[in-house]
């Protein structure tokens, strides 16, 4: 993710009058951990970012620049007019598939993982998410048990569940994943 996130989370953080460290506090991160997001000298886990917005009263898709002036008129959204959101870390990119819409209640998106590439610790959060294999091998944890979902498998669960994602197969892993409610 470009240094926009560290500088919407910074904006947001001092529109609402909260220090750095009380966020890192709340967020459960140190101080120099989060001065280091805010410069865009570090990247937040999809998690630390999720944790942050929820503090700060906004969206995931705020923090990375989403323009919802720019929301469309239209249910279709081509192709070429997919929304990337950035990257969890090096491994990992997102692409939205739906243009943004202030009464969606769900969310679809493309996950890529590079061969090896996880969503981070274990994270859990209000909702539920449907997950497609549409290209590699992926590896859901859910608390301590394991599942191992090959091309054309689904896979659906409560987002309140401890959860883990990780690319387990030679080369990249593709997959669509609905979440609800929203993230980005």
Do not use: C, W
């Not at 998690?47 to 002036?69: C, M, Q």
Request: charged letters at 20%; a neutral charge.
């Amino acid at each position: 993710m470009e240094n926009i996130v560290g500088l919407n989370i910074k904006q947001q953080r001092e529109q609402r009058k909260i220090t750095l460290r009380k966020l890192a506090q709340d967020i459960q991160v140190s101080p120099s951990f989060l001065s280091q997001v805010e410069k865009g000298k570090a990247v937040p886990s999809l998690a630390t970012l999720k944790r942050i917005a929820d503090s700060l009263h906004t969206t995931i898709g705020k923090l990375v620049g989403e323009d919802n002036a720019q929301s469309a008129q239209t249910p279709l959204t081509r192709r070429s007019e997919r929304h990337p959101i950035g990257k969890i870390g090096e491994n990992i990119s997102i692409e939205l598939l739906t243009q943004h819409q202030s009464f969606q209640q769900m969310e679809a998106s493309l996950f890529f993982f590079k061969e090896g590439g996880n969503t981070g610790d274990l994270s859990q959060h209000f909702g539920q998410e449907f997950v497609y294999v549409l290209e590699g091998t992926l590896k859901i944890t859910l608390n301590d048990q394991s599942y191992t979902l090959q091309k054309d498998d689904s896979f659906y669960f409560d987002s309140l569940v401890p959860h883990l994602f990780t690319n387990i197969s030679e080369g990249t892993t593709k997959i669509l994943r609905v979440i609800t409610p929203p993230l980005f």
